[in-house]
């Protein structure tokens, strides 16, 4: 991902590659197909108020991975339309998007722990009652802790492009991940993906027009089948300074049949 980008939450590893399966697992002395990953790991300093916010307010806000169902009614407190985010960032569009719908639940799942205590940080500013946050790859939360059809929407906001042809095999919306959200997202649920490199958007857009389990909801659909930006979601500063320069914004909103 470029410096722009506010997500440093990325793409699967190469589908090709293989690894000795680990113990305990099904056919433990065969090779297997490396699952897909949500993210590449990225190098990042915690400054001394994310570190703060880290011990202030994780222990509330901060969930446990395990391999076992989650209690999300026990997670958050209530029962509510849940959504969930993979790779907020350093969150500053999910704190808004939590506050401006205060009664839809956020789970949200990010590696790299600056963006994850910068979440908490806005959280206790805030005092944001509706997200709760995995530090961990969004795919064995959803694969171990959420059933299918158990969420109301998904959102992926600027993953990283992978601007390099070679490199586009580590592109994070590719048809099986899409598949796998789709199971999840109860029907009349959706997905939202923004990006703002358009040969990605152009990816996005054919990776989602293959995958039954979708339909657009763009009553018109723009370039690669955009949709109009949603009021929830606000504009950040990279994509205000890329709109100042000419640039595009791609919003992809489907909903699942």
């Known amino acids: 991902m470029n410096a722009e980008h506010e997500n440093p939450s990325s793409a699967p590893p190469s589908p090709e590659e293989t690894t000795p ?11 297997y197909m490396r699952v897909i990953k949500s ?5 990042g300093r915690t400054g001394p108020g994310q570190a703060r916010a880290y011990q202030q307010h994780g222990p509330k806000y901060l969930l446990t991975y395990q391999p076992e169902p989650l209690d999300v009614e026990t997670a958050f407190g209530r029962s509510a339309p849940l959504f969930m985010e993979i790779g907020f960032g350093m969150g500053g569009a999910t704190a808004h998007i939590a506050q401006v719908r205060p009664d839809d639940n956020f789970i949200c799942c990010e590696v790299h722990e600056p963006g994850v205590g910068s979440l908490l940080k806005l959280i206790g500013e805030n ?5 709760r946050i995995f530090r961990h790859d969004a795919v064995e939360v959803l694969d171990h802790m959420l059933g299918e059809q158990s969420l109301d929407g998904v959102h992926i906001f600027f993953p990283d492009p992978w601007h390099k042809s070679r490199h586009h095999k580590r592109r994070l919306i590719q048809g099986p991940f ?5 199971r999840h997202i ?5 997905l939202h993906l923004a990006t703002d490199w358009e040969p990605y958007a152009e990816q996005m857009h054919a990776v989602l027009k293959a995958e039954p389990l979708l339909v ?16 929830y979601r606000p504009l950040t500063k990279f994509e205000n300074r890329g709109i100042k320069l000419g640039h595009g914004v791609w919003d992809l909103i489907y909903q699942r049949v």
Request: proline letters at 17%; aromatic letters at 4%.
């Open 39 to 43: 993210y590449v790991l990225r190098a």
């Open 127 to 131: 005092g944001i009652e509706n997200i």
């Open 21 to 31: 399966a680990p113990a305990g697992a099904p056919d433990g002395d065969k090779p």
């Open 216 to 231: 657009n909801t763009a009553a018109e659909p723009g370039p690669h089948g955009c949709a109009p930006k949603p009021d």
């Open 186 to 190: 109860k029907p009349g649920g959706y």
């Open 178 to 182: 899409v598949n796998r959200l789709a």
